[in-house]
């Protein structure tokens, strides 16, 4: 039903470095980064592995994405754009991909996903595409993203699969344009990495964030998290 993703790990070989004394290539911070993993998937183990199921998406990345974007934790609402949750997404995101999911994605959202979206937040049943949500749904949606872990996760999934759509090729799709474009926004990144950038490429291309370019070492650099959960074998547990 979707594309199949593609996945390197490390798919650079460089290490991602947060400042001169902190490299993720030490091994106290290799082990403490192994231990909050575990820790992570452990804690959403079944709400992981259900929206995983549910749109095609490895739990290995789901819990990259956890980590890097709210180590977890159940962020409050904050910023103009109301960024909520463990896993950090926006009220305007989780609408934009209720109310044009077809039409970005090209079928229909999975009934499991719909009958779930239409329980948690009802609203969504009415939602049109050709109208922008109100403040007041944005800040009930914002609310919701923080109090229900599993709504948040299920957004931040469907948002991921939605970009790996939107990169598609038709048959396959690079996680790493959608990493940029999850941390940065759709629209504000597609221009910036065309074609088939190597993660490389990604990390020298000036025009994209610094924020985005180390999300990416993050996570696909040497010693990251994806790469620490494939070689842990924490999709096992």
Known sequence: MYSKVILKYPDTNKTYVVSSKVDFSQPHIIKG?????????LQNKTVINKWGTIFDIDNSIIASFIITESGGEDEPP??????????????????EI???WKTMVGSSLPSEAKAYFDKVLPQSKNFNPNVL?????KNSIAKLLYENREF?????????????????????????????????GYY???NKIKGN???????????????S???????????????LYFENKMNEL
Do not use: D, H
């Open 33 to 41: 980064n192994i231990a909050l993993l575990k820790s992570i998937y």
């Open 78 to 95: 904050r910023g103009s754009e109301q960024v909520t949750g463990i896993m950090q997404i926006t009220p305007a995101t989780v609408w």
């Open 133 to 137: 949500p109100s403040a007041s749904l």
């Open 197 to 211: 950038p190597t993660t490389l490429s990604m990390l020298n291309n000036r025009s994209i964030s610094y924020e």
């Open 213 to 227: 370019r180390s999300y990416l070492l993050k996570m696909l650099g040497r010693n990251g998290f994806v790469q």
């Open 152 to 184: 948040c996760i299920a957004c931040g999934v469907a948002n991921i699969r939605w970009l790996l759509e939107a990169y598609s090729n038709g048959v396959t799709s690079p996680i790493n344009k959608v990493m940029v474009s999850y941390n940065t």
């Open 98 to 100: 209720l109310a044009k």
């Open 188 to 190: 504000g990144s597609k």
